[in-house]
């Protein structure tokens, strides 16, 4: 069951009065009505945005249906289409009818169950309002990521431009919501009930609704966990103190390793060299002159048979060495030869990533590109008769993997 706030089919309870016995300031709650249908009334700004908001869906909707961030923008685009439904204005213009005038001697006074749904109204205007930062903010991180990369920045300065206003006009009116409902809550033991509960049983309303809708960690809403993270480990030496002491911090850090390491090559132990011990002189023996060998007499097809078989043996030492085989790592392009080798290149490249190891060859690249280049090579896998597929792949790593380094 939905949450009544949450209910677009919950009907306004009837219109009914009770008299006031009791003393009633009607002027401090007047006040705080007209301070929100002042605030309700001057919105046509964040109309505008609404308007501008649709167009640009309506126009890039074919382009960028696949990216994230337009798909957090349309969700913008759906929280803005219901404000614009909630019509809280009506609301509150309906029961500030209600209220009597001053001069009236009888004070007749609209039940609880009138204001109760008017804070119901309040809160699912807040939540509708939170829905808007929180998208606006996770949508902007990606144009913003996109204009650094210049990838299509004159197509994102709009969108970019345009969240940043949708942000800033829905914190001030959050933070109008949990003023009027701080303000209103108090009046609901004043009024007294009449009728039937349209609220389901056992269910009470928020006291304070900053506290139920956690603003105070508003600024965590919206924020990523990156799947991919970097692990650098550092030496909590050269960060203790103030920044001033960096540079002392530093050169004290190359003094103790330098004065580590003079001391580590004075405790080594230097062995001395053996000393060679003297031999007794002994004379060289005197060589005796042999016998000069003066050969054997041969024929001439004798001689050239030895000389043919020297030559076979010369080409032989000239022939060079068989080529050692190139070995193929197991994670590599170049054993892309068929669909299913493309997958499981695809699943392992998608591991080793979410692992951070350092044999992922897509390292250099962010989160967007290699959803690119993965979208890409999937829709290559999908073809039932893909002929060539090494060569389209290899086309496609090129563009969207290489030329990014």
Same mark, same amino acid.
């Given at each position: 069951?939905?949450?009544?706030?949450?209910?677009?089919?919950?009907?306004?309870?009837?219109?009914?009065?009770?008299?006031?016995?009791?003393?009633?300031?009607?002027?401090?709650?007047?006040?705080?009505?007209?301070?929100?249908?002042?605030?309700?009334?001057?919105?046509?700004?964040?109309?505008?945005?609404?308007?501008?908001?649709?167009?640009?869906?309506?126009?890039?909707?074919?382009?960028?249906?696949?990216?994230?961030?337009?798909?957090?923008?349309?969700?913008?685009?759906?929280?803005?289409?219901?404000? !614009?439904? =909630?019509?809280?204005?009506? *609301?509150?213009?309906? /029961?500030?009818? $209600?209220?009597?005038?001053?001069? @009236?001697? %009888?004070?007749?006074?609209?039940?609880?169950?009138?204001?109760?749904?008017?804070?119901?109204?309040?809160?699912?205007?807040?939540?509708?309002?939170?829905?808007?930062?929180?998208?606006?903010?996770?949508?902007?991180?990606?144009?913003?990521?996109?204009?650094?990369?210049?990838?299509?920045?004159?197509?994102?300065?709009?969108?970019?431009?345009?969240?940043?206003?949708?942000?800033?006009?829905?914190?001030?009116?959050?933070?109008?919501?949990?003023?009027?409902?701080?303000?209103?809550?108090?009046?609901?033991?004043?009024?007294?009930?009449?009728?039937?509960?349209?609220?389901?049983?056992?269910?009470?309303?928020?006291?304070?609704?900053?506290?139920? !809708?956690? =603003?105070?960690?508003?600024? *965590?809403?919206?924020? /990523?966990?990156? $799947?991919?993270?970097?692990?650098? @480990?550092? %030496?909590?030496?050269?960060?203790?103190?103030?920044?001033?002491?960096?540079?002392?911090?530093?050169?004290?850090?190359?003094?103790?390793?330098?004065?580590?390491?003079?001391?580590?090559?004075?405790?080594?132990?230097?062995?001395?060299?053996?000393?060679?011990?003297?031999?007794?002189?002994?004379?060289?023996?005197?060589?005796?002159?042999?016998?000069?060998?003066?050969?054997?007499?041969?024929?001439?097809?004798?001689?050239?048979?030895?000389?043919?078989?020297?030559?076979?043996?010369?080409?032989?030492?000239?022939?060079?060495?068989?080529?050692?085989?190139?070995?193929?790592?197991?994670?590599?392009?170049?054993?892309?030869?068929?669909?299913?080798? !493309?997958?499981?290149?695809?699943?392992? *490249?998608?591991?080793?990533?979410?692992?951070?190891?350092?044999?992922?060859?897509?390292?250099?690249?962010?989160?967007?590109?290699?959803?690119?280049?993965?979208?890409?090579?999937?829709?290559?896998?999908?073809?039932?008769?893909?002929?060539?597929?090494?060569?389209?792949?290899?086309?496609?790593?090129?563009?969207?993997?290489?030329?990014?380094?």
């Amino acid at each position: 069951m939905l949450e009544p706030w949450n209910s677009a089919t919950l009907l306004p309870p009837p219109v009914n009065m009770f008299l006031c016995v009791t003393k009633f300031d009607v002027s401090a709650l007047k006040h705080v009505f007209n301070n929100i249908t002042k605030v309700l009334s001057k919105q046509s700004p964040l109309h505008k945005e609404s308007a501008i908001c649709s167009r640009f869906l309506y126009k890039y909707d074919q382009k960028f249906r696949n990216d994230i961030g337009y798909r957090n923008f349309r969700k913008v685009n759906t929280a803005l289409k219901k404000y !614009l439904a =909630l019509n809280l204005l009506k *609301e509150v213009e309906n /029961f500030l009818l $209600a209220l009597p005038s001053e001069s @009236d001697e %009888d004070l007749y006074l609209p039940t609880r169950q009138m204001l109760e749904f008017v804070l119901l109204r309040i809160i699912t205007f807040s939540k509708i309002m939170l829905r808007v930062c929180v998208c606006s903010k996770q949508a902007a991180v990606f144009y913003l990521n996109r204009i650094k990369r210049g990838e299509s920045h004159w197509m994102s300065l709009l969108p970019y431009a345009l969240l940043s206003r949708l942000w800033s006009m829905s914190m001030v009116l959050l933070q109008h919501t949990t003023t009027w409902y701080t303000n209103l809550y108090p009046y609901l033991n004043k009024l007294q009930a009449k009728g039937m509960n349209f609220l389901p049983d056992n269910y009470n309303l928020p006291e304070d609704l900053e506290q139920w !809708l956690d =603003l105070k960690n508003v600024d *965590e809403f919206g924020r /990523f966990d990156w $799947a991919q993270k970097k692990f650098i @480990d550092v %030496d909590h030496t050269l960060i203790d103190g103030d920044d001033n002491d960096l540079f002392d911090n530093i050169l004290g850090y190359v003094n103790q390793n330098n004065e580590d390491e003079a001391e580590s090559d004075q405790q080594e132990d230097i062995k001395p060299l053996p000393l060679l011990e003297k031999s007794q002189e002994n004379p060289l023996p005197v060589p005796t002159v042999a016998k000069i060998d003066h050969g054997v007499v041969l024929s001439r097809e004798s001689f050239k048979t030895l000389l043919n078989s020297n030559k076979n043996i010369r080409n032989d030492y000239k022939r060079p060495p068989p080529a050692p085989s190139v070995k193929v790592n197991e994670h590599s392009p170049e054993r892309i030869t068929n669909s299913d080798s !493309l997958k499981k290149f695809i699943e392992t *490249e998608e591991r080793f990533r979410n692992e951070s190891d350092s044999k992922s060859l897509t390292s250099h690249m962010s989160l967007m590109q290699w959803h690119a280049l993965k979208n890409a090579l999937l829709k290559l896998c999908d073809k039932v008769t893909n002929r060539k597929i090494d060569k389209k792949f290899h086309k496609i790593w090129k563009q969207k993997c290489l030329d990014y380094m």
